[in-house]
């Protein structure tokens, strides 16, 4: 995808000229010798495209291999996939058959000519779903099933692993959605579609070491109270979770319940609905979070990093946010408030009953916002 280190012969004589003049530069002003940048580190990225009611997940390898997990709602996607200078694709996954899902999948086949499907055998069909398999074999496509066992899928050096899959659920198609846990290095992102309690029950049973501790949870069923439990974000202990949805959709997503949920675990939260795209990239240790939106009362994108904390103690994980997304702590709304990490709905209603504040350390008279927390804040809050 990016080869930082190549450099063209005509910008190789640049670079010793270049180096020359500042050598000798430096030895004028008898400064220190000049350090080379170091070269930019291989990076995986995932991408939760903002494509409304519906999920679609880009992700790419440091190698350039790109995987794409559903298609959204329609073909939509693919103008976005063209956006971010995607090509080719070598791997779909359809998590499940439901057209929020697939309905931009044909399109994406036919653009971007991807070498394999990834689907479950589920009985739920519809004669759009048996168009889009038709498809499928018309392109020549080779076609793999989750197994009940893990399925290790390499994507350059990033490991996708397809959850083994719970038995076929005749009467809820969302509990036969294909699980998948994204890993390199230490980070990792956890995707299960729809999936509802039978599926994390079945996972959590079955193969509890690859749900636990994940870096990134997209949560299920964009943002249903059905798609997230405490049980599920006890194991999964996510550092950011991000969601899926549309704009004023019919469904009420995301769940007040599930805000809540994420509220109380302190699991900071982020809406395509609110940011638009969500892009998470990764060198294995580090990463990095930026929005394509502001969100209203912004000045810039939201962007967070931290490292990835799983092999110290979580309490080491960092997490800070870059200049010029502040909140105004005395106006913002209470959905301005919950684009701040670790604000959740309730956190950010005791801010609002608590104004007006002086200062952002006059947040300490509210009840479970502690030192450390609002440390944190600093970087995200002005008080105006
Ligand atoms: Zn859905």
Redesign the pocket.
Known sequence: MRNPLRISSESRRGLVKTLILGLCAAIATFAAPAVAAPPRVAELSVEVLDVG???SILIRSPEGKVALVDAGPSKAVVNLLKQKGVKAIDLVVLTHH?S??YGGMSEVIREFKPRVFLATNSSHTTSSYLKLLQLVRDEGMRSITPTTTVRKIGLGSVVLNVLPQPPDNTQEE?DNSIGIRVEYGNFSALMT??SEERSRAYWERNCPSLVRDCTILKLA??GSRNGTDTKWLDVVRPEQAVVSLGTGNDYGHPHPETLSLLDRKHVPLLRTDLVGTISIVSDGKTWDLTTSKRSRGTTDVAVRSASTGRSNARETTSARSSSGRKVDVNNASAQELMTIPSIGPSSAKKIIAGRPYDSVDDLQRIKGLGAARIAELESNVIVR
């Open positions: 009611q519906g999920d439901h929020d899902h969302n579609g729809d069923h964009h």
